[in-house]
């Protein structure tokens, strides 16, 4: 399959997942209300920031293996499911003290302890799911990944339908499909691409693990920092604040995010095929004019978000919610620059051969994100959560827009000065892509 199929399947499957996505959300808010939505809300942050920053990089690692050539996935499959597992219990063991000694705040106490305890259990399986598909993206299996993912996302909502609307068991319910999706979902899927996709032989091999040690490590700080990003204002919401005010929080957060629904994927295409390998001033006039596409297109959808807040939110989620209109306000933005400016600015700096600098870029962000939160969420909640967001947003932006000028030098730079003729630009360029086989 050729790369720009691949990058288009991958772009139909988010166009297929995002309305989906939304759809578990308004299904989770308007039957469960804040309180339900926020205790739903911090079940999955606690499982998706704590499991990738706990692997230490190793995901990466396996991904760089696989992919460049030097390992085989059907070879090294069984090292992958025992290094999952192993990170899997130590996340859940981690976990588990924590929430023990009465660290996790008063969101987790809305969690019945059987039920805790049960979601504890699922995590080595989600994290041994997490592993199989970075393992077969790094085999080129996208098809297998795009198809697993829309199943499972379609499960989530299909168990949540049952578990929390035909069974009526409210928040309960929604744990229920927690356990469902990251316990017996993973498990089957693990399964199937263990036994039919790769048919691995059972062999552990040593040399595959310390090699994806090795590499995965100097990429985990930059896989931290890119979690702190999307997940540590929620995860420390939850934490310092009531289980109504994340569920609150959570729906002005994926709101604001629908800024990037039109436009994610799109320009990781258009740079990947024609930005690096060309020279410094081609790459640099490339990347200036996929930004002021991308701001020609966001920038009204931004506004038109912020304008209409108020009504979508209560469409969608109800009035119960109409609290997150305030942090919504706040987040755009901030929003606006990260999906646009600041991921623009990265792709440039990785591929121009500045990985570190990339790094440095989300570490900025992530710390100063987490020192605002720590400051402001107490005293502010939700707002405090928003404007800490917001804050980190743009000065991750702009040290990585120091870092941009800094590498071009003294060339004129024209990521703001619009063109007539650049939306004209971008629809050739992705009709040649559709076009070619």
Known sequence: MSSAKQALGNIFTGIILQPIAILTSILV????GPEGKGVYTFLMVLSTTLMPILLFGIDAGFYQSVSSGSFKAKDNFVSILLVGLFHGLITGLIIFGAWYLNLLGETVKKVPEIYFICFLFTIPMSTIFHLTNRTLM????????????????????ASLVFFVIIMKLDVDGAIFSILFINGVYSLLFVTY??????????????????????????AWFGNIASIANDK?????????????????????????????????????????RTAVNQDQDKAQGLVEQIHRVLVIIVAPIALGLM???????????????????GPTYVLIPGMFMFLITRRIIQ??????????????????????????YCILIPK?????????????????????????????????TALFSLHKNDLGWIYNKLRNIVAKK
């Open 347 to 372: 792709l440039f700096l990785m591929a121009r051969g500045f990985p570190s600098k990339s790094s440095i870029v989300q570490i900025v962000g992530a710390l100063a994100g987490a020192i605002l």
């Open 138 to 157: 790094s085999d080129c299996k996208f098809r297998i990944v795009n198809i697993s993912n829309i199943i499972r996302t379609l499960l989530t909502v």
């Open 307 to 325: 304008l209409f807040s108020k009504t979508f939110i209560k469409l969608m989620y109800g009035n119960e919610f109409l609290d997150a209109i």
């Open 29 to 32: 808010a308007r039957t469960l």
């Open 193 to 218: 691409a263990f036994k039919v996709i790769l048919n691995s032989p059972l062999k552990f091999n040593k040399t595959f693990i310390k090699s994806s040690y090795q590499y995965g490590f100097k």
């Open 232 to 272: 540590f204002d929620q995860l420390i919401l939850g934490l310092f604040s009531s289980a109504s005010q994340l569920g609150i929080y959570s729906v002005g957060y994926n709101y604001s995010k629908l800024l990037n629904k039109p436009i994610d994927g799109m320009f990781k295409v258009l740079y990947n």
């Open 380 to 412: 502010f909640d939700i707002m405090g959560a928003a404007w800490g967001t917001t804050i980190a947003f743009i000065i991750s932006t702009i040290v990585a827009f120091y870092f941009y000028r800094k590498i071009v030098g003294n060339r004129k």
